[in-house]
């Protein structure tokens, strides 16, 4: 059955709207047979210079929201037995670079998450992928003087 497509805004690092994101997904559609998991954000600059605040901001986007949004649609596909989530990572997920730590923290966390749960779902004929590009060309907005939030890449 093909279905129309429907836009659903989701900003991937506010944890708390996603499971209701999730649910309003299952409602209109009833299952997910494919999650992509592609969101991202990710800053440069020195480990001292970086906040606490942008290090959980960094973290929540990139780790906790794709573990939120593939637990809230889990369960749907363990009942159904099947499906495919497919976690988009990057290279920092497995070696780190300087000014970047945040980011590859936050990239090594997903992999090795990802990891577990490929090994948990085989019995329940569910496919876990990841897949760790290297660089890749990404929009970037140049930030004024003092405006971290500026210098996020997305």
Known sequence: QTYAPK???LDISDINCIRDVAKEILNC?????VLINNASMKVKGAVQSISLELDKKIMDANYFGPITLTKAIL?????RRTGQIVLINNIQGKIGIPFRAAYAASKHAAVGFFDCLRAEMEEFDISVSTVNPTF???YHRQPGPGNWEASIWK
């Open 75 to 79: 369960p749907n596909m363990i009942s």
């Open 7 to 9: 836009l659903i805004l």
């Open 29 to 33: 559609y009833g299952c997910v047979d």
């Open 136 to 138: 890749i060309c990404s």
